[in-house]
């Protein structure tokens, strides 16, 4: 019998300290009894924990046999002086009860609280009673004695149960603790569907389903789910003042369990917040369980307990195991030694010492990544306007609340349902009058009802149903109708008020869009330390620890990062649904997740909508919008070719896009006649297909028809040309986008002239949308700064942050094994937006005088690299990189660095002989001539192509080896130090230019041989582009301070807004809980602006010092630099 052997040990093992002390044999022992099942007994953190219990000199350890539990009655039970026991399956607790009864042992779980702890219900009733936060939560008992407690009632996307509302997403737990199914219901906005989780089988925890409504039989506690941004944390107690905290990904992510090389779940140990500290404290006194396990969400900067599970060990930790022992030992000397007259006295712990890493050499180490990311390819976006003054939309209005602010919007598909009831009803109505009055409101009717009937082209389960994003329906009430300047109403109006309704359907993200994003969240991986895996020698780096199961994978230092909670990731994105998918899409490349993309979104995407962050509210322009629109229309009706003044007014900048557009142009209004008469034509072929039996019923992309595509195309036509024959210019990007569109989705069609239509609209497009966002620079400045100040300011916190918050979920340094710098800390914020954001962003950097572009030649070419770009396409990123460099003084400027990276995202329809050149990402790297592709990574130099010459004043030295002191960053590519010998005192560095000898426009290309779902084609996405490499952080936040100080109304409207980003919803997710949270959020230290933040305790992190990570072998390859 096992439990005999072990026992014989214990003695054995005794006997043998009795020799050695010369002890009187006839001191008494103190006998701990284990009383649970085998499984539980015999488990290897048990048999580990004991083996040390058994080495406190008075302590001896008795296994009760599982037979004897199960089936001797309890007087025959074995005696002991102390008792651990627990339920678990098939353990009968009432005997154990009996037993402790019968004994009256030192329990050191309590066992009446054990049948509490399978009652789901008890156990939150107790941690409420302990004033312990937990989600807000309701019980629905199917009790067929109280049916009065089963009040259930089901909407769309929430449940009211007994009276309280819960809206999706949210929990639905079985009553029962042993019954592991609990559910978790998405709202119809992200998709819908359910997450059912389950006792771990395999690899698997969690499965998607599309079952959307609620289980109709059982007892269940609903509660509100809480946004944790996908990690749990796992708390384990060994009395009141001792808790070990693991975190993992949490189940309901993508169902996927991340187990090590043995098999086991991969969990981190990390640290607990002072307050965490004492809930650990409260949930081992409340339920009396010494050894207690219990489950914590952190969201919204606050920590709520969702489970209590009563026993149970940390697995694989040996210092938990020690530490377990230990106070467990102690604890039961101090409690029987006494009675026992056993001499002890409480040991005094020696204080654990801090590590504290050293660095070497001059390593610079990445702090801090901010993109900013427009949504990938989406279907064309259209709408249409109507007036209408039916009393029925009057009453929609009122019902929703319309009338509180004039202004409404319908999104949710019962709201929809609504308009087209009243749709089909006018239509019958004006199907039995023939009054030509009323003919042009019966084309826009049944355009409304064939909109609304569309069925949503994702509703296959493969992307879950949309219904509510891709169309929506917006009402304003006008006082005394809409003004008859209107080209297309006629003279005969209506007095008195009436509704403008706007219908909005289209710009939804293709499935191409899905795979942009997440090849390009793959591809992201590699801008961190350790992503450019290759050669790990060559990385100086030769544990093979920090690679983990990751090694020789590009990409895998993010991955090891994030997995070992030393990775801040917070995602934004504004509330377009083509917006949150893309982010969603994007997290799922970034972290290597699987299956759908509604879990990541309800977990992993903030919203950022409630104060401009990301959104921009286009109806209301602004004025010198308005005044530049005008001005656009002016210049852009004359019949004639573009005079010399027209090129002064229109690129008054002299940005060669501009200018090499007008050209293609020549004549504005002849431009227009040719568009209009390819659409006049395009429209045509298009009938001609559509009565062509063969081609009738053809599926175009994304379950798209000829009929729609029909209605799309002649309602351009119908818009383009005014009444008055003059063209209506702002319809020019929405051509733009639909011939982009189909030129790469439907080009099967083998329409005529559709690549002079767009090489045409183009040109057009590429004066129209950059110059909406201003003319001159002071406009393009001015209207930037009304989209941009908020988020300008979010990233300044954003960079100054860099000390640590507590919110945090971060490693604990001693308990981390194989994690070679635990110190290491890197925030990464994500910022997904429309056109309008990346555009003002980007103008804000090149007109806001971040630089002198006279007296830097870094910033002078990377400014005409911009002014060359034509479009800001779908994926655009702007990515912000913050350094340390640890051997600097703490409180010089040269101690942090900030790097500018652009990329104008994916590839055009005829992009490649036309792009413009930039310096590559992260240049001057002398052994860039060797690189090997490296799939996934940034670098794919397919493409090479010799650079092109330089117009360079000063001499080039040409060695062997640049003299330049090389300045090594743990972060991507290798980059010189900018420390030249004649360091000017003033500050202004003599920059030097940087050229990297083979010119790359390396590519990121969808891995090969995979067909994609649905896409017709994937264009890959242009590389990143450094702009600038050699900023400091202090010319960072001044030049931020002086773009958002110089806008004063902008200011107030900002401070609004980020006082209510910070103050009322410290961490805002998608979903989040409607209660008000306090502002203890990670986001919330907003800094007095007189404090320069490069003072102050910054602690300097572990730095790894990995060598240079360029995904390179060294080779003597060419490098170019300056001469002094």
């Known amino acids: 019998m096992g439990q005999m052997d072990a026992g014989m040990k214990n003695e054995l093992f005794r006997e043998e300290e009795m020799d050695d002390d010369d002890e009187s044999p006839s001191e008494r022992q103190i006998v701990v009894g284990i009383c649970a099942m085998t499984k539980k007994s015999k488990s290897k953190p048990m048999t580990q924990i004991l083996e040390r219990l058994c080495k406190f000199d008075y302590i001896d350890v008795v296994i009760f046999p599982e037979e004897v539990i199960l089936e001797e009655p309890v007087e025959k039970w074995p005696l002991c002086d102390c008792l651990i026991s627990f339920h678990s399956k098939g353990f009968p607790l009432d005997k154990a009860v009996e037993y402790a009864k019968l004994r009256n042992p030192l329990l050191i779980n309590d066992l009446n609280m054990q049948y509490f702890i399978q009652d789901r219900r008890e156990v939150y009733r107790i941690l409420q009673e302990e004033g312990i936060d937990l989600p807000r939560y309701a019980v629905l008992n199917r009790d067929p004695d109280n049916p009065e407690e089963c009040n259930l009632v089901e909407g769309e996307d929430q449940v009211e149960v007994n009276g309280e509302v819960f809206h999706k997403p949210f929990v639905e737990k079985p009553v029962c603790a042993e019954d592991h199914n ?142 377990c022992a230990k106070v467990l030992g102690n604890m039961v000397m101090r409690e029987l030694a006494p009675q026992l007259h056993i001499p002890w006295s ?37 709408k249409m306007k109507m007036e209408v003054r039916h009393p029925l939309f009057f009453e929609l209005f009122e019902k929703y609340g319309g009338y509180k602010t004039g202004k409404l919007k319908l999104k949710k598909p019962k709201q929809l349902q609504e308009v087209l009831d009243i749709a089909r009803l006018l239509l019958v109505e004006l199907g039995q009058h023939t009054d030509c009055e009323i003919e042009e409101k019966k084309s826009k009717l049944e355009q409304l009802k064939t909109v609304l009937e569309m069925e949503s082209s994702l509703n296959d389960n493969q992307y879950g149903h949309f219904s509510g994003i891709n169309r929506k329906v917006q009402l304003t009430y006008l006082r005394n109708g809409k003004p008859k300047a209107s080209s297309e109403e006629e003279d005969s109006k209506k007095d008195g008020p009436s509704l403008l309704l706007v219908l909005k359907w289209g710009g939804e993200l293709t499935p191409a869009g899905r795979v942009q994003a997440e090849e390009l969240g793959r591809a992201f991986r590699c801008m961190y330390p350790g992503g450019q895996a290759g050669n790990r020698r060559s990385l100086g780096c030769d544990s093979p620890i920090d690679f983990g199961d990751y090694a020789g994978f590009p990409g895998c230092g993010l991955l090891r990062l994030h997995s070992t909670y030393r990775h801040d990731l917070k995602i934004y994105a504004s509330d377009e649904g083509r917006v949150q998918m893309t982010a969603a899409a994007f997290a799922k490349g970034l972290l290597a997740l699987e299956g759908e993309l509604t879990p990541i979104l309800v977990q992993m995407v903030k919203s950022a909508n409630m104060n401009g962050l990301l959104d921009s509210d286009s109806d209301s322009l602004t004025d010198c ?30 940005s060669p896009s501009l200018v090499n557009s007008m050209k293609v142009i020549e004549n504005p209004v002849k431009t227009c006649d040719k568009v209009y008469a390819l659409i006049q034509s395009l429209t045509s072929q298009i009938r001609k297909r559509l009565e062509d039996p063969k081609s009738a019923d053809l599926q175009l992309y994304h379950s798209e028809t000829l009929e ?140 806001g005088g971040l630089l002198n572009e006279e007296k830097d030649q870094q910033w002078k070419q990377a400014m005409d690299y911009l002014s060359a770009v034509t479009e800001l396409n779908y994926m655009t990123q702007i990515v912000i990189m913050l350094y340390e460099d640890n051997n600097k003084d703490p409180s010089s400027e040269e101690r942090f660095h900030v790097e500018l990276h652009f990329s104008p995202g994916v590839k055009g329809c005829e992009d490649e002989e036309t792009i413009p050149l930039g310096f590559g990402f992260r240049p001057a790297s002398s052994e860039n001539e060797d690189k090997k592709p490296n799939q996934g990574s940034l670098e794919d130099l397919s493409q090479d192509e010799p650079d092109q010459a330089l117009q360079v ?34 500050g202004c560095t003599s920059h030097r230019l940087f050229i990297s000898c083979s010119r790359q426009s390396p590519e990121i290309k969808p891995a090969s041989g995979l067909g994609f779902e649905g896409c017709s084609m994937v264009p890959s996405i242009y590389p990143l582009e450094t702009l600038h490499n050699s900023l400091s952080l202090k010319q960072v936040d001044e030049f931020l301070n002086s773009v958002c100080e110089s806008n004063s109304e902008v200011q107030a409207k900002t401070m609004k807004a980020l006082s209510g980003l910070f103050a009322s919803q410290s961490q805002i997710s998608l979903y989040s809980p409607q209660q008000p949270l306090s502002s203890s959020g990670s986001e919330a230290s907003l800094r007095p602006p007189s404090q320069p933040l490069w003072h102050g305790s910054i602690p300097s992190s572990a730095v790894s010092s990995a060598g240079p990570s360029s995904p390179i072998t060294e080779s003597s390859g060419l490098n170019f630099s300056f001469s002094e």
Not at 751 to 777: C, H, K, M, W
């Open 708 to 847: 729609l595509m029909l209605q799309r195309w002649s309602k351009l036509e119908r818009d383009f040309r005014m009444k008055n024959g003059r063209y209506d210019i702002s319809k020019i990007p929405d051509i733009y986008d639909c011939i982009k569109y189909d030129l790469q989705h439907n080009a099967s069609l083998d329409l005529e002239d559709t690549r002079e239509l767009f090489r045409l609209s183009r040109a057009l497009a590429d004066i129209v949308i950059p110059q909406e966002y201003g003319i001159n620079r002071a406009e393009k400045l001015d209207i930037a700064q009304a989209y941009c100040v908020p988020l300008m300011k979010k990233i300044q916190l954003d960079l100054q942050r860099t000390h640590e918050d507590e919110a945090v979920n971060k490693l604990h340094p001693l308990y981390s094994r194989g994690v070679m710098s635990p110190g290491r800390h890197v925030r990464t914020r994500l910022y997904f937006t429309s056109e309008s954001h990346v555009h003002s962003l980007l103008s804000i950097f090149r007109y």
């Open 625 to 654: 919008q308005q005044k530049v629109k005008a001005r656009l229309h002016e210049i852009m009706q004359k019949d004639q070719d573009f005079t010399e003044q027209d090129y002064q007014k229109l690129a008054p900048t002299g």
């Open 346 to 382: 409480i040991p005094m712990e020696a204080e654990d010492i801090p590590i504290v890493p050293t660095t070497s050499g001059t390593m610079m180490e990445l702090r801090c990544v901010i993109a900013i990311i427009r949504h990938g390819d989406r279907t064309p976006k259209q």
């Open 182 to 323: 609990v559910y978790i219901y998405y709202p119809t906005s992200a998709g819908g569907g359910s997450q059912r989780l389950f006792r771990k089988i395999g690899s698997r925890s969690s499965v998607y389903s599309p079952e959307s409504s609620v289980r109709k039989t059982g007892s269940y506690i609903y509660e509100e789910f809480m946004p944790t941004d996908g990690t749990d944390v796992k708390v384990y107690t060994v009395g009141p003042d001792y808790a070990h905290a693991e975190a993992r990904k949490s189940p309901a992510l993508d169902g996927k369990v991340e187990r090590d090389s043995e098999g086991k779940e991969i969990r981190y140990p990390v640290m607990l917040t002072a307050m965490e500290k004492l809930v650990a404290r409260k949930v081992c006194l409340a339920f009396k369980q010494t050894v207690c396990g219990f489950d914590l969400l952190r969201a919204n900067g606050h920590s709520f307990v969702c489970d209590v599970n009563g026993f149970s060990f940390v697995k694989n930790s040996m210092k938990y195991y020690d530490d």
């Open 953 to 986: 004043s000063d001499p080039i030295n040409i060695q062997r080896r640049s003299p330049m002191i090389r300045n090594r960053k743990t972060g991507s590519m290798e980059v010189l130090s900018e420390t030249s010998p004649t360091h000017s005192a003033k």
